[in-house]
């Protein structure tokens, strides 16, 4: 099992990237996705997911209508579209995957026992 993100960059504040988690392993319509992010000197924070049938997605508060989390079946892949960043956005961000049968809808919660991590790609947001 793999979760390898990329997409992560430097890029000035009010700019767009997007984020993708690409799965081996196992099918992300079995798993709910989510991201996390931590930042320099910060404990890790959660900060969207969607679920194994794609219909729920979380967005924590502080990204909420800027970033949108969606999914591809067929490439087997999680994307984060962060719009409109902020140099508060700046972190290393990370997937994570729990299987459906573990979970109802999905967590942002790091203590909930996710199953597989990414080692993360990171974000710099300049001013």
């Known amino acids: 099992v793999q979760l390898v993100e990329s997409g992560g ?3 000035q504040a009010g700019g767009s990237l997007r984020l993708s988690c690409a799965v081996s392993g196992f099918a ?17 924070e959660g900060v969207s997911c969607i679920s194994a ?15 949108t989390i969606s999914r591809d ?11 409109s960043l902020k140099p508060d956005d700046t972190a290393v961000y990370y997937c994570a ?6 979970i109802v809808g999905c967590t ?3 203590h909930y026992g996710l ?10 947001v300049s001013s």
Not at 58 to 66: F, I, L, S
Not at 115 to 124: D, H, R
């Open 9 to 11: 960059g430097l890029v």
């Open 28 to 44: 992300v319509a079995n798993y709910a996705i989510s991201w996390f992010r931590q930042a320099p000197g910060k404990e890790r």
């Open 97 to 102: 995957a729990i299987r459906q049968e573990w």
């Open 108 to 110: 942002t919660d790091d």
């Open 115 to 124: 199953e597989y991590w990414g080692k993360g790609t990171p974000v710099t």
């Open 53 to 67: 049938s794609g219909s729920v997605k979380w967005y924590e508060d502080p990204v909420k209508g800027r970033f």
């Open 73 to 83: 079946e067929a490439k087997n892949a999680v994307y984060l579209q962060m719009n």
